[in-house]
């Protein structure tokens, strides 16, 4: 039996679990700053999430306690995308994360999306971003989706957090 090598519509990814160093730092970080809600504490692990969901970003020490992060130029995660439901709350985040100290390694319009780059205390990258609506998306002369990278006016979504 043959079966087509395509996914049902509908699917997405659930969550992503990262291996860090120090879980009370991860915590901070990733509640503190980026603004989720713990659901739930585990020996050497926690679950946290917007507060409507079991888990969206698992954190774990179960093999990585005190570990350095891994070297550039290595496989392994890129980034992960943390996607907002709109471009205020974006804004807000990107508040909380350069009033943290947090360095911004890169913003992009993406024409599509305008996203924020930077990484957590254990060198995991993360985009911040929201989607624009589709309305709004650059399209091709046959009218399908287009894609591009320009500079992110920082100071204009900054504004938004207001």
């Known amino acids: 039996m043959e079966v087509p090598a395509t996914l049902p519509d509908g699917v997405r990814i659930g969550h992503v679990h990262l291996a860090v160093s120090d879980l009370q730092r991860a915590e901070a970080f990733y509640c503190e700053i980026l603004g989720f809600t713990v659901m739930l504490r585990w020996p050497g692990a926690l679950f946290v999430s917007e507060g409507h969901y079991h888990h969206l970003i698992g954190l774990n ?5 005190g570990a350095d992060p ?5 496989t392994g995660l890129y980034h992960l995308a943390i996607l ?7 804004a807000q985040c ?17 024409g599509v999306s305008e996203a924020i780059y930077l990484r957590d205390p254990d060198g995991n990258g993360i985009e911040l971003y929201r989607d624009r609506p589709q309305g709004e998306w650059p399209r091709s002369a046959d009218g399908q989706p287009t894609m591009y ?7 204009a979504l900054l504004a938004e957090a207001r």
């Open 149 to 155: 990278t320009r500079r992110l006016d920082l100071e």
């Open 94 to 110: 990107l508040v909380r994360v350069l009033a943290a100290g947090v360095a911004v390694d890169g913003a992009s319009d993406h």
């Open 70 to 74: 891994p070297p550039t130029g290595h």
């Open 84 to 90: 907002f439901p709109d471009r205020r709350s974006l």
């Open 61 to 65: 020490t179960w093999e990585t306690k």
